[in-house]
């Protein structure tokens, strides 16, 4: 069965330093792999997605995130945090023989300090 | 995203009442989603549809149906609302050329009394 883990209920960076935001998943065949970003009273807004290529992908607002096959990671990353940045922040999985559906993670919480 | 709306944005309703979201999208999108998020629990897909024709349940579609009817109009019902529906409620489309990146509404916030 597919699933999504993002360990973290909430992440505090400064601003201007580097953020991750953890996610790790299962699933069967390779991955369909996405992160989504979800602001206050507003729907999820996609940023990156890893099908296949380069394991760096990078993305929307200066987000990039590295697929680490041995590792079952997908973990999402910045150089520098903005405070604008704070939000939810959804992992999400789709196994290539997993059928059509998407997991998503129980999503993080990003709280960027001025 | 604007190209995805639903209404009503907001409601309140009483237990045992029968209840309606719509969902509409322009992108022209084959597929479309119904979930609910709660917090701490991220989103579960309630039921999704590929085409008109085609309408698939969910990981927790129990007390909830739904109808396809026509392209661009997804629509949930909650039959008999109970207050453990009480939740967000996200219509999504994609399509295999958007690279299966999904496209979500502003959702839907229901409550339950």
């Known amino acids: 069965a597919q699933s999504v883990a993002q360990p973290e209920d909430q992440v505090n960076v400064a601003e201007g330093n580097p953020l991750t935001v953890k996610c790790t998943y299962s699933?069967?065949?390779?991955?369909?792999l996405f992160w989504y970003v979800q602001y206050p009273n507003r729907g999820l807004q996609f940023l990156l997605k890893?099908?296949?290529?380069?394991?760096l992908v990078k993305g929307s607002y200066g987000f990039e995130a590295e697929f680490n096959k041995s590792q079952t990671s997908f973990h999402l990353k910045k150089p520098s945090a903005l405070v604008s940045d704070s939000a939810l922040y959804f992992c999400?999985?789709?196994?290539?023989?997993?059928?059509?559906?998407?997991?998503f993670g129980a999503g993080t919480r990003l709280f960027v300090k001025a | 995203d604007a190209d995805v709306t639903q209404t009503p944005r907001n409601r309140i309703t009483k237990t045992g009442k029968r209840i309606m979201l719509e969902c509409s999208q322009t992108k022209g999108h084959d597929r479309m989603y119904w979930y609910r998020q709660d917090p701490g629990l991220g989103l579960r897909l309630i039921y999704y549809s590929f085409d008109v024709k085609d309408i698939n349940k969910g990981e927790i579609s129990d007390g909830y149906s739904v109808s396809r009817q026509a392209q661009a109009k997804f629509s949930l019902s909650l039959e008999s609302a109970i207050p453990n529906q009480t939740a967000l409620y996200f219509c999504?489309?994609?399509?295999?050329?958007?690279?299966?990146?999904?496209?979500f509404g502003p959702g839907t916030r229901l409550t339950v009394l």
């Open positions: 890893y099908i296949t290529g380069d394991n």
């Open positions: 999400a999985v789709r196994g290539y023989t997993g059928g059509f559906k998407t997991i």
């Open positions: 699933v069967s065949g390779n991955p369909y």
């Open positions: 999504a489309t994609s399509d295999l050329t958007s690279g299966n990146e999904q496209f």
